[in-house]
């Protein structure tokens, strides 16, 4: 069966620094989310994406954070400046049809130092 | 707005003994979509089963099934028989039909220990 995939499991950085969370979609599937989870706290939408462009993004996407589809394949996440509250894991969703379930990648955990 | 509330936090239980867990939603949608995930403690999700809001039929799959009531806006999931293997945190979420971006709300989960 079709899975997203996402890479790394684990990043670890320096505050202040970037990082790119890479997400490969299921192929034919059109519309792409980026979820965050706080260790203990329930599951935060970040962004949705269709189109190759930003459907919805909740308050908590500032403008630290931004998303792309560089290669039609590929789906990723940025935070240009980390910070502390950013430690978190984060999924990456994809789903053919905006109603339908999501297939989320098993996540990659963020661990901001 | 949309909400969600799983209001039991955490629930024990002894294996064999079922358990149900409790969602309850809030939306102004008519029509919306229901969901329920299954988080093991290796942190993936996992989609477990989709509800339509016009389908009030409930749902057996296995040991899990779905108890949908839209007079209650209610969601519940049973497991009959747990075991072990159950011991996850268990999220409801909603997909509001206004959301055509299909932004999912969650709850904010139900840790389900499952004692041998």
């Known amino acids: 069966e079709p899975e997203v995939t996402q890479t790394p499991s684990h990043q670890v950085t320096q505050m202040g620094q970037e990082v790119i969370l890479r997400c490969v979609p299921i192929s034919n599937h059109l519309y792409f989310y980026w979820y965050r989870q706080i260790l203990g706290q329930k599951v935060e939408f970040l962004v949705s994406?269709?189109?190759?462009?930003?459907?919805?993004k909740s308050e908590i996407f500032d403008d630290q954070f931004s998303v792309e589809r560089p290669d039609g394949s590929n789906f990723t996440l940025k935070i240009r400046s980390t910070k502390l509250e950013d430690s978190a894991m984060y999924f990456c969703?994809?789903?053919?049809?905006?109603?339908?379930?999501?297939?989320f990648g098993d996540g990659t955990r963020l661990s901001i130092l | 707005a949309q909400k969600v509330t799983q209001a039991q936090t955490e629930i024990s239980v002894v294996e064999k003994e079922d358990v149900t867990l409790d969602c309850v939603y809030e939306?102004?949608?008519?029509?919306?979509?229901l969901f329920w995930y299954k988080q093991p403690p290796s942190g993936e999700l996992v989609f477990l089963i989709r509800r339509n809001s016009f389908d009030e039929q409930n749902e057996i799959s296995g040991r899990y099934s779905w108890n949908f009531q839209k007079s209650t806006s209610s969601f519940n999931f049973t497991i009959t028989a747990s075991q072990v293997v159950d011991s996850a945190v268990y999220f409801c979420a909603l997909i509001g039909e206004q959301d055509n971006a299909g932004k999912s709300t969650f709850g904010d989960g139900t840790t389900l220990t499952v004692k041998p």
């Open positions: 994406f269709y189109n190759n462009e930003i459907s919805e």
């Open positions: 969703a994809s789903g053919q049809i905006g109603n339908q379930p999501q297939h």
């Open positions: 939306t102004r949608d008519t029509t919306y979509y």
